[in-house]
């Protein structure tokens, strides 16, 4: 039996091969959150995974900007974008869950990025900041009132991810030893600082959840 209350949820955030080594968009250890993530989600009543889900000619991805490389940032109608090499191009096998990845009760898949124009890091708002996936309201039907985010990768899509969770009024946490950063520029520094100024917690260790 699940110890944690249905009214908190793990997002589980793009734990996908091409995230992990080997993979066209590798996390350093990406693979290492796998067992980690295994035994805490078995101690949650409500689970939910996110897909980094992308058609092929997405405007995140270097290959659509002629003369720009991967990671270089440039100015997109919402803001500044990092490029990206081509990843999770949907139904591609490097856009599959990792297939250690062991959550049969996971109750919900929330995909994104789908939008060629718009990036989505977070599970929740796309990078417009105005467009809903959707999930926020899934969360609230089930009588959610605090998420606990891991997974990949802890800079972009796990920070952005418990930033919107708060911005909806949900409680977040980050467990650390769960997710593993990119850190491309002060990306996972400046992530921390602005998880810390929105009241997102930090949690070292999944035993401390
Ligand atoms: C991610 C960069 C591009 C992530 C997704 O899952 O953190 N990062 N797309
Ligand atoms: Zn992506």
Not at 78 to 88: A, F, I, K, S
Not at 128 to 137: I, Q, S
Not at 147 to 162: E, I, P, R, S
């Amino acid at each position: 039996m699940p110890e944690i209350p249905a009214s908190t949820a793990l997002i589980v955030v793009d734990v996908q091969k091409d995230f992990c080594p080997g993979g066209a968009l590798a996390v350093p250890e990406g693979h290492a959150v796998v067992p980690v993530i295994n035994a805490l989600a078995r101690r949650f009543a409500t689970v939910v995974l996110t897909q980094d889900w992308h058609p092929a000619d997405h405007r995140s991805f270097a290959s659509q900007h002629a003369g720009r490389a991967p990671f270089e940032t440039v100015e997109m109608p919402y803001g500044p974008q990092v490029l990206w090499p081509d990843h999770c191009v949907m139904a591609t096998p490097g856009a599959a869950l990792h297939p250690d990845l062991d959550i049969p009760h996971a109750a919900m898949i929330q995909r994104k990025g789908m939008h060629r124009e718009v990036d989505s890091y977070s599970a929740l708002l796309e990078a417009d900041r105005r467009t809903r996936t959707g999930l926020d309201g899934w969360l609230s039907a089930r009588g959610v009132r605090a998420v606990v985010v891991c997974g990949l990768a802890t800079d972009f899509c796990v920070a952005w991810t418990a930033l919107d969770a708060r911005r909806f009024g949900f409680e977040a946490s980050v467990v650390e030893e769960a997710s593993r950063a990119i850190d491309t520029g002060g990306s996972l520094a400046r992530a921390w600082a602005e998880m810390a100024a929105a009241g997102v917690r930090r949690i070292a260790r999944a035993e401390e959840v």
